[in-house]
């Protein structure tokens, strides 16, 4: 059922406007996937999913927890006698136990240098809901957050779209290591001023996706300090907090603010989730961690909106509060990890691919600048199709991310199995033997170009459902 030829009157402006943001390759890698995924048996030539920043690396510990603690769960003999409370349980407090279990395992990740107050916790659907909410609580419709580049393409549907908060890029590049600098923090602040925009904090992930690298001490004093003298905000998304799979070790801005005299805590927000260093994406277990009272009342009211569901609460409080699993689970993960990024980095070295050097994240950071004939942003989106269509692998280009440099790519490794990772190594390794073969400035990728672009005409008008796709098209709108 349809609305006819004027629906775009009847629904709101948020409904209507397209600052989604799924309009851009990012998510178009996802498309191209779901229409053709591959299987190593049903599907060995499809395309394989390097543009997912999941981590399946260690299903086998949680699925043994799972069996060894049958009572955990509600929904099995053991557990049922639980059903009634947590079924009813609606409290946008959340569980006590839920809450206590989540702030030491933040505090546990942290390398237990920082206490967490379970008080200070609030939930949301993932890290997702858990930023929008804290724009909700610290920003009105056109005031701004100031964001280092490059940054996770997501967060212009998740702190812009719904709340009308603009993002003021803080740019950098390899020249300097892709390092947030102060001259670039105070140059983008002065040009917002000049333009009148109302700058209301500054918004770091850390450990950083795409870069996969983490915040030194230094740095998060001298943002700490900058917000302090600006009177601005300081949120810190810090979801990838337990992938640091070598040194230097994680440093939280929890742990900066101990340090540095006369900080303002109540400028200083955390965003956590279980999304990426649990590998719970579906759970949608999202935490806003305030240092700010008013904020912690606000936003606890504001969670109603997206509480995490009761009986996973309650499932991840005895997970969470079982001291010796967690441990080993942090432990082994990042040991999974770190064989894993190993492993994905040497097959690159072997054909001679850079990639920006990480100790953190699910993915890496890879240079293909002298893959490409210019450079130019036009011309990475080139390769990025050719990559897609031809390589079959889904990567994300470094524009979908505001990289203000052409020639990177976000790849992601800790979605699939060992053989997936050979699999695409292989393609990579073809690809590149390929185009290295040819005289410079006629690759085989630029000869085939309008091939490519027909294809691409194809993408951009298919309709594809995907269990992961930012924007699954709705039944009521598919049977039209
Ligand atoms: C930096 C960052 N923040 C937030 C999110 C959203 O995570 P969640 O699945 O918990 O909503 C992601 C997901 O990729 C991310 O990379």
Known sequence: MGFGGNSQQLLSKIATNDKHGENSPYFDGWKAYDRNPFHPKNNPQGVIQMGLAENQLCFDLIEEWIRNNPKASICTPEGVHQFRNIANFQDYHGLQKFRNAMANFMSKVRGGRVRFDPDRILMSGGATGANELIMFCLADPGDAFMIPTPFYPGFVRDLCWRTGVKLIPVHSDSSNNFKITREALEEAYKKAKEDNINVKGLLI?????????????????????????????????????????????????????????????????????LSKDMGFPGFRVGIVYSFNDEVVNCGRKMSSFGLVCSQTQHMLASMLSDENFVTTFIEENSRRLKKRHDKFMKGLEEVNITRFPSNAGLFCWMNLKSLLKEPTF???????????????????????????????????????????????????????????????????????????????????????????????????????
Request: proline share 6%; glycine share 2%.
């Open 205 to 273: 992930t850390n450990p950083s996706n795409p870069l996969g690298t983490t915040l030194d001490k230094d740095t998060l004093k001298s943002l700490v300090s900058f917000i302090n003298e600006k009177n601005i905000h300081l949120v810190c998304d810090e979801i990838y907090a337990a992938t640091v799979f070598s040194s230097p070790n994680y440093v939280s801005v929890a742990e900066v603010i101990q340090e540095v005299e006369h900080c303002k805590r109540d400028l200083i927000h955390i965003i956590y989730s």
């Open 378 to 480: 036009e011309d990475e989106l080139k390769l990025w199709r050719v990559i897609i269509h031809e390589v079959k692998l889904n990567v994300s280009p470094g524009s979908s991310f505001n990289c203000s440099e052409p020639g990177w790519f976000r790849v992601c490794f800790a979605n699939m199995d060992d053989e997936t990772v050979d699999v695409a190594l292989n393609r990579i390794r073809a690809f590149v033997g390929r185009e290295t073969k040819k005289p410079v400035g006629i690759k085989r990728w630029q000869q085939n170009l309008r091939l490519n672009f027909s294809s691409r005409i194809f993408d951009e008008t298919t309709v594809i459902m995907s269990p992961h796709s930012p924007i699954p098209t709705s039944p009521l709108v598919r049977a039209t």
